[in-house]
């Protein structure tokens, strides 16, 4: 036998709400990560129409909204309905340091994935010393290997400090 009212049901979805911090964050699920250069977010949006989706960034905050629209079949009668219909939203601060202009967005079965790169004056770089004489030095104190031009070519030239 199917139990079609459940008493504890109210009490499962505040108990939900109070865990997550919203009921958008049971319908929209994420993980992030950083790979290298880049972040990866993955949303959950099982059952929504990508056409559906929204995805803006306004000054530092990502904003996600998703639509997923209730069954309207007449004939139906449900039996258990945990999956929540309306319009969803989330929205992340992003830090400093990532190149907002460059954000790309794809979906696959189901989920989103957002790939935010770090910007290049954010990633570690090595800094090279050049000397009064403009020869730029290793991280070793040796010259590095300078290139003259001899009769349009180039060609290098060694020089010891």
């Known amino acids: 036998m199917v139990l079609t009212f459940d008493?504890?049901?109210?009490?499962?979805?505040?108990?939900?709400?109070?865990?997550?911090g919203s009921a958008a964050g049971l319908a929209m699920p994420m993980d992030l990560y950083r790979s290298g250069d880049h972040f990866v977010l993955h949303c959950d949006l099982?059952?929504?129409?990508?056409?559906?989706?929204?995805i803006d960034v306004?000054?530092?905050?990502l904003t996600i909204r998703a639509e997923r629209s209730a069954r309207t079949d007449d004939d139906v009668q449900w039996l258990r309905r945990e999956r929540p219909t309306g319009t969803f939203e989330r929205r992340i601060t992003l830090g400093d340091g990532l190149d907002l202009d460059k954000i790309s967005a794809t979906w696959q079965d189901g989920v989103l994935t957002l790939t935010i790169p770090v910007a290049e004056a954010a990633k570690p770089r090595r800094i090279t010393i050049t000397t009064?004489?403009?020869?730029?030095?290793?991280?070793r104190g040796e010259a590095a290997e300078e290139h003259k031009v001899v009769d349009g070519t180039a060609s290098p030239a060694l020089t010891k400090s």
Do not use: K, W
Not at 7 to 20: H, I, N, T, Y
Not at 49 to 54: F, L
Not at 58 to 61: A, G, I, L, N
Not at 132 to 139: A, S
């Open 58 to 61: 306004d000054r530092r905050v």
């Open 132 to 139: 009064g004489d403009h020869r730029e030095v290793t991280d």
């Open 7 to 20: 008493p504890f049901r109210e009490f499962d979805r505040l108990a939900g709400q109070m865990m997550s």
């Open 46 to 54: 099982a059952g929504i129409d990508p056409g559906s989706v929204q």
